[in-house]
């Protein structure tokens, strides 16, 4: 009755004139607000300066090929744990915040590279590198498959030597005394006499009963330790780039007449070839520059230049080949003596004397190739990849967008997006997050899967980028949550455990028995024998012993020094519910460092300036601004 006079009074023409100044004032200030506040998509913050999603993942992806190099399968099996994908990526981004932090107290402090410097540095780099020389289509080919352009590049490689500047001037800085070393030194190099007698706790098994009110009470009280773990059941669309380029046909004429259209991309810059001299600047400039000019004043009247640079030339490499040096384009040699070669006119000119860092050059031109396209017949294959390549990514991204949309007009199922896209549903066992299988080991999908509210709101996820262009939709079709196992399907293992516990404190009581025998100096061969027991003597046990377990060692070099013909004696529980009595008789320490002690003093030097390093990064946090954004909401450190 009451719903049905509110609906009457609705349908008056003052209620929708107030209904219709409701809705334009609603809509004008959601307006305004998305108007006048702009997305901030942005992962992180520093004083005010985004850290982007693309950085972040770039740097992320970077990480991951470094890892999955280093550890090979190890990494693999620690990827399946999404919470260790989870805590990688924050690694990296509060990497990226420190780097943040660093190139903004250098640029502060006024820390400059030059732009020489960062020529050198990247002729330097093996990456670049043919034969053991700089490469520029290699350097440009390289450079371009990452995304960047040769000044992007030179940036980021300032960017970095700024950082190394800063961080290498104040690790550069510590310095350990040569006592410190030799002190940590003999340290190291301490020998230990030791007597052990072992009881294990395998032994004392046969000695211990279990009741069912034990097995109950220990079931109950460590149910953590014999849980299923949660499991979910999904059903997925996989769209992949690799398939949809098999169906993509690209003519001669499609190659032709993207070659006529983009020539710039095939353009192959000039390259200049020439052989020098090189006259070192020495202890005395002014008699180099006078010995260059000598030799140019030679050449001009008619002196053989092989002849003179195998006789004068400091560049020993090229000086055997007459001075020659290999093609070379812009942007590779020094400025000054690239400026040179290039304006010489024509094959067999001389330039006047240049002056370079490496002291004074006489440049002669042997050859020249000039600017020019590329020939259709030699890039035509590659060119055609390409196209086959950039029609497939069109088309992915085609596909997803359709993915994308069809799931999400259609939330309840795969069904519908699948028709629209002419994919088949795939359906998975149950899994649990650390057993997932290809492709749904990937961390993102992971958390998708097993998100709470997919599961609750019985919809579509979003679609998910997983890398080597592929991508996926899933919908949740089951899940069990994480649950104690019974009882009975476990309760061997809890009788083992309680088994152990206590065969391990039966060894623990009989060893401290002993214990008091030994520390008296009572304990004899007898008394080993009763206990079905033996003595184990240990001369010079060193740090590093390999023949004893590492945790007990490291107990026998905590042990206080014994006294005076009186040994330390000590009962030691290992980490399977063995003990061990431990009498330390003896300690002997070198009377002078080793050779090792070099090698320390540079490794405490790098603890050092690691804490100072860490040092830095925690004053720079302390007086920065720090915003970390996570569902767009700011959590400001």
């Known amino acids: 009755m009451m719903m049905d006079k509110l609906r009457e009074g609705a349908q008056g023409k003052v209620a929708k004139i107030i209904l219709g100044l409701i809705i334009l004032s609603f809509a004008l200030a959601g307006v305004g607000s998305y108007l006048n506040r702009p997305a901030n998509t942005a992962v992180a913050a520093v004083n005010g300066n985004d850290i982007s999603p693309q950085a972040l993942e770039n740097a992320y992806r970077n990480e991951r090929a470094r890892l999955e190099a280093q550890m090979g399968e190890e990494f693999n099996r620690l990827a399946e744990n999404p919470q260790y994908l989870k805590q990688l990526r924050r690694s990296v981004l509060d990497r990226l915040i420190d780097q943040a932090l660093v190139d903004a107290k250098a640029h502060e402090l006024g820390l400059r590279i030059g732009d020489e410097q960062i020529k050198q540095a990247i002729v330097a780099m093996p990456e670049f590198q043919k034969d053991g020389k700089f490469d520029n ?25 700024v950082r190394q500047q800063l961080v290498g001037g104040l690790l550069g800085s510590e310095f350990v005394l040569a006592g410190e070393a030799a002190t940590l030194d003999k340290l190291y190099q301490q020998s230990r006499d030791v007597r052990l007698v072992r009881l294990p706790a395998q032994a004392y098994l046969n000695d211990v009963q279990v009741s069912d009110e034990e097995i109950k009470q220990y079931f ?15 059903d997925y669309l996989l769209l992949d780039a690799a398939n949809l380029a098999q169906g993509i046909q690209v003519s001669d004429q499609d190659v032709r007449d993207y070659y006529d259209q983009h020539q710039d991309q095939f353009q192959r810059s000039e390259r200049r070839r020439v052989a020098h001299i090189l006259i070192p600047f020495g202890k005395d400039e002014a008699a ?50 690239e400026k040179a070669a290039f304006e010489l006119a024509k094959v067999g000119d001389l330039s006047a004397v240049v002056k370079s860092p490496f002291g004074f050059h006489i440049i002669k031109l042997t050859g020249v190739e000039p600017a020019t396209v590329r020939p259709f017949d030699e890039v035509q294959s590659e060119t055609k990849d390409r196209l086959q390549k950039e029609k497939a990514r069109e088309r992915y991204f085609a596909e997803q967008q359709k993915l994308a949309d069809a799931s999400f007009e259609n ?20 899994f649990t997050q650390g057993s997932a299988p290809a492709p749904l080991n990937d961390g993102k999908v992971i958390s998708a899967a097993f998100s709470e509210m997919l599961r609750e709101e019985n919809t579509n996820s979003d679609v998910i980028e997983i ?15 994480k649950a104690a ?32 025998k030994f520390q008296s100096g009572a304990a004899g061969e007898k008394d080993l024998q009763a206990l079905g027991l033996k003595l184990e003597s240990e001369k010079g046990v060193t740090r590093f012993a390999q023949g004893l377990d590492q945790s007990l060692v490291a107990e026998i070099f905590r042990m206080p020094h014994p006294a005076k013909d009186k040994p330390t004696v000590e009962l030691i529980a290992q980490s399977n519910g063995d003990q061990v009595i431990v009498a330390l008789d003896a300690i ?26 860490k040092a830095l990064l925690d004053s720079l946090r302390k007086a920065a601004k720090i915003e970390y954004f996570a569902n767009q909401e700011a959590v400001v450190e």
Do not use: C
């Open 485 to 516: 196992k019974p009882l009975d399907e476990v309760r061997d293992l809890v009788v083992a455990a309680i088994k152990r516990s206590k065969a391990s404190e039966v060894a623990r009581s009989k060893g401290q028995e002993l214990m008091a």
């Open 467 to 481: 890398g080597d262009g592929k991508a996926l939709v899933l919908h949740v079709m089951d899940y069990k949550a």
């Open 137 to 161: 289509e290699r350097y440009l080919q390289l450079i371009r498959r990452a995304g960047m352009s040769p000044e992007m590049f030179s940036e980021s490689i300032r960017q970095d030597m």
């Open 220 to 234: 109950d009280a460590n149910q953590s330790r014999f849980m299923n773990d949660e499991r979910v059941k999904v």
């Open 411 to 430: 939330p309840d199922s795969l069904d519908a997006a699948a028709k629209a896209v002419g994919l088949k549903v795939i359906s998975s066992d149950y």
């Open 288 to 337: 180099a520059l006078k010995k260059a000019e000598d030799d140019l004043a030679a050449l001009k009247g008619g002196s053989d230049f092989a002849e003179l640079a195998k006789r004068d030339s400091s560049d020993t490499f090229s000086a055997k080949k007459g001075g020659e040096l290999d093609w070379f384009t812009k942007g590779v040699m020094d400025p000054a003596f």
């Open 588 to 613: 002997q320490v070198p009377d002078k460092a080793s050779q090792m002690a070099e090698l320390i003093k540079g490794q405490l030097g790098q603890v050092k300036a690691q804490a100072d390093y």
